[in-house]
Structure formats: C-alpha cells, structure tokens
C-alpha cells in the first residue's frame, strides 16, 4: 500500500517568534504563518510575512509573501530569495512528496497593485485590496526524490550534484489575477504611505 509521508512540523516554534515580532497579524485565519529574516547584498535586515496554507489530502499548498524593510530597487531580489527559500524548506512548512508517488502544486501570489509603506529609505510590501486588487499567481511542481532504483533514480542521484536524494521543482504556469488598477510611480520619501500603487518588480511571467 503506497503511502505519503507527511511531515506536519506546525508548531516549529513559530507562536513565540511571531507575537514578538507583531506581523502575523496580516494572515487571516485559518493560515499558517512563517517570519523569514535574512539579508542581501548590501541589504541588510529584510523580513518576509508568508502566509499559508497547506491541503495535505489535495497535496496542494499556497502562499503569500509580504515583504518588509526592503532596499528599494531589490524588490524582485527579495522575492525570489523568499519564494526560493519557500521551495527549499517546503517539506518542513507543509509535508514530504515522494517524486515517485505524486508531486505537489505550490502557488505563490505576489501584487502587481498593492500597499507600499516607506519609512526611512526601505519599503514595506502588502497585498492590494478591494479595486486595488491585482495580483500574479505563480504555480509550481514540487516533489523528493529518495534516489531508491526503483522508485525515484535519475542522474542527480549518481552522477551529478547532489549526488543523492534530492528536491525537484518546476514552474507550471503565471496567471494574472484581479481587475485593480494602479499608477506606475517611483517611491519617494516626500509621501511616505501608497495605499494602491504599481509594485516595482518583474512582469508576472518574466523569470531570471
């Protein structure tokens, strides 16, 4: 009989990291927070809020990153290290899918509208509401493979790195979401809040 293993690790620590640093606020229940820290290149000190959910019986899962305390210009940088380190760290966030038995659907969402917050040269990133509301929807596979003959053996197994078990995923799909209409302005310090503004980032398709 073929079963899935599913690794359910919900209470990795996160209530006591999150009440102190006050953002799962913004994920509605019955979500799943995660408060991501970590750096980049001369950007020091982001935080990405990701909301989300995981369907383990539909082995489907879906997420929302929210960045703050963002360089402006390395919009698209911090996303892609979130949603990366998402892809990297899913079997911790939502369960293990053997490659050989299924693989799973992952959605991410990010704003092409949405709320920017600027305070003191850095930006904070929400989703955009009501007539706001526009947002790329992103759709990946994800699954392991235990490099078990048999089951899951291909070449990253034996004779390329990482030379064993591993993770795959691939991009499925980009959709436009939402009717929002927003103006495509530069962030200045002059006016510190938007409330709908165009997102500084990549085309919702356009990858590296």
């Known amino acids: 009989m073929k ?41 020091p000190g982001i935080q990405a809020t990701i909301c989300y959910t995981c369907a383990v019986t539909h082995l489907e899962a879906y997420f929302e990153i929210n960045l703050r305390n963002v360089c402006n210009g390395m919009e698209d940088e911090a996303y892609e290290y979130a949603r990366n380190w998402v892809l990297s760290n899913f079997a911790l966030l939502c369960g293990n899918t053997p490659c050989h038995i299924r693989r799973t659907l992952i959605t991410f969402v990010r704003p092409i509208c949405g709320r920017v917050e600027y305070v003191n040269g850095r930006i904070n990133i929400y989703q955009g509401e009501g007539g706001c509301y526009k947002q790329c929807r992103e759709v990946w596979e994800w699954c392991w493979c235990n490099c078990i003959p048999g089951q899951c053996w291909e ?20 959709q436009i979401e939402g009717t929002g209409t927003c103006d495509k302005i530069n962030y200045n310090q002059e006016q510190k809040n938007y409330e709908c503004v165009w997102i500084n980032w990549r085309e919702c398709g356009q990858l590296r």
């Not at 293993?5 to 990291?17: E, M, R, S, V």
């Not at 070449?155 to 980009?174: A, T």
């Open 155 to 174: 070449p990253k197994c034996y004779e390329q790195p990482p030379y064993g078990p591993h993770i795959n995923w691939r991009i499925l799909s980009f």
């Open 3 to 43: 079963k899935i293993y599913l690794l359910l690790l919900i209470t990795l620590g996160f209530d006591g990291h999150h009440k102190v640093l006050g953002q799962c606020e913004i994920c509605p229940q019955p979500n799943l927070c995660y408060v991501l820290s970590f750096d980049l290149p001369d950007c």
